[in-house]
């Protein structure tokens, strides 16, 4: 179901088991509230491969973290968009360690969130070894050296093809980034 930018949209819809592509992207989507441990908008979409919540600035990092925890667990999302969205260290902590769903994600954008911080992204770079696509541009609190996201000896990134850190710290710093990188 495509309903990117419907601004419309502020609660989620009842949605088909069987769906595979979510592309919500500029919805005006909004929690629940002081329900949010409760809110399960996603836990009939088990077949569920491609969600894009890109530009839902409504929704705050522990809403978008409550509704990617409702997939149901053999949920085996493919690529997630989250891009220009507030999500936080909560949330990217969850994507790199704790959320079946993110398992197999191959694509992961993130670009624009101003949440995301070098600990974010080295826990992603650790916990991800499957991620092909990684766009993190625009991330502003992302901060040179990336010697700061661990020792090299434990990162395997056998998949990666796109790295995006455009308009990053670590861009600006680019060719120590590579060299950096190189040794991983």
């Given at each position: 179901a495509v309903l990117a930018h419907c601004m419309d949209i502020e609660v989620m819809p009842r949605l088909p088991e069987t769906l595979r592509l979510l592309d919500l992207r500029g919805a005006s989507l909004r929690g629940p509230g002081a329900e949010l441990r409760r809110w399960r908008p996603l836990a009939g979409c088990g077949q569920l491969e491609i969600l894009c919540l890109a530009n839902n600035t409504l929704l705050p990092g522990a809403a978008l973290q409550a509704l990617l925890e409702s997939?149901?667990?053999?949920?085996?999302?493919?690529?997630?968009?989250?891009?220009?969205?507030?999500?936080?260290?909560?949330?990217?902590?969850?994507?790199?360690?704790?959320?079946?769903?993110?398992?197999?994600?191959?694509?992961?954008?993130?670009?624009?969130?101003?949440?995301?911080?070098?600990?974010?992204?080295?826990?992603?770079?650790?916990?991800?070894?499957?991620?092909?696509?990684?766009?993190?541009?625009?991330?502003?609190?992302?901060?040179?050296?990336?010697?700061?996201?661990?020792?090299?000896?434990?990162?395997?990134?056998?998949?990666?093809?796109?790295?995006?850190l455009g308009q990053t710290d670590l861009a600006a710093h680019l060719d120590v980034t590579r060299r950096s990188l190189a040794d991983f």
């Open positions: 997939l149901p667990p053999e949920t085996r999302l493919r690529a997630l968009d989250l891009s220009s969205t507030r999500a936080d260290a909560g949330l990217v902590a969850a994507l790199a360690a704790k959320l079946p769903a993110a398992a197999s994600l191959t694509h992961l954008r993130l670009a624009g969130c101003p949440g995301l911080q070098n600990p974010g992204l080295a826990a992603l770079l650790h916990g991800r070894p499957s991620l092909q696509v990684l766009d993190v541009a625009g991330c502003k609190a992302l901060e040179h050296p990336v010697d700061a996201f661990g020792p090299a000896s434990s990162l395997r990134l056998p998949h990666l093809r796109l790295l995006g």
